[in-house]
């Protein structure tokens, strides 16, 4: 069993809308439309694109999945999630657009945003008792990818390679989309997320998320507005 503690849209945001019919899927267990082909993308190369993005869900991460600590149980770990929803406020809107991390495209800050920076450090260290340590398989897995200094120290350190001085913060839309195809996903996506990119997003609530075996989607464990957060 593993969990990861995400920042996701509250239920009735065009945003978690928008985001859960491109996957295919709404974490809040509310139907999602039914996948419309366009003039760049159909209905059968879409389901291939977001085969792996759909099993987490439409989130964006703030302490990658880790199994529990020894001692650690659920119960422990749901009870730090709510207190420190409870004493923490938003830190603010951030305005997001397309983007590109490597193959894959994702939603990306458009422009410096130092206030959620710091808001993911903490996420990263308050919850950081609760990962147990990585296992031979963990390190074998992730050095099947290159990571450069900082990324391999994080790794080893905090069990994921992408946080602190490496983080970004990103909403997972794709896999890795091949070359030819790039155009038409970027204008499909476009097309399709333009509404729900017009106004920032607030950073106001945050989720837990389970996978209760290897392979099994993330179900959503636990959700909760912070401090002060509008909850609408």
């Known amino acids: 069993m593993r969990f990861g503690i995400y920042f996701t849209p509250t239920e009735c945001s065009e945003l978690l809308t928008t985001g859960s019919n491109w996957l295919g899927r709404n974490v809040f267990q509310k139907p999602v439309k039914e996948f419309s082909g366009d003039h760049w993308l159909g209905w059968k190369e879409r389901n291939i694109l977001v085969a ?8 964006g991460t703030f302490k990658a999945p880790f199994s529990l600590a020894p001692g650690m149980r659920k119960e422990h770990l749901i009870s730090e999630f709510k207190n420190f929803c409870k004493n923490n ?4 809107e951030v305005k997001l657009k397309l ?6 495209f994702a939603l990306v800050p458009d422009g410096a945003c130092n206030k959620l920076n710091h808001f993911a450090n903490s996420i990263v260290e308050v919850f950081e008792p609760f990962r147990a340590p990585l296992t031979p398989a963990d390190i074998d897995r992730r050095h099947s ?7 391999e120290e994080n790794f ?10 490496t983080f970004q913060f990103h909403m997972t839309l794709t896999g890795p989309v091949a070359p030819g195809r ?3 996903v970027w204008n499909s996506l ?9 106004n920032p997003v607030p950073i106001n609530s945050l989720a837990i998320y389970c996978e209760s075996e290897p392979g099994s ?6 959700f909760s507005v912070l401090n002060g957060s509008d909850k609408g």
């Not at 406020?89 to 603010?92: L, M, N």
């Not at 080893?156 to 001085?165: Q, R, T």
């Open 89 to 92: 406020i938003s830190p603010g």
């Open 190 to 198: 476009t097309e399709r997320f333009r509404t729900a990119l017009i």
């Open 145 to 151: 990818h290159k990571l450069n200094q900082s990324e």
């Open 217 to 222: 989607n993330f179900k959503l464990e636990a």
């Open 52 to 59: 792996s993005a759909v099993r987490y869900g439409f989130h």
């Open 182 to 184: 790039v155009d038409a």
């Open 156 to 165: 080893h350190k905090w069990g994921y390679p992408y946080v602190f001085d």
């Open 99 to 104: 983007g590109q991390i490597g193959p894959f």
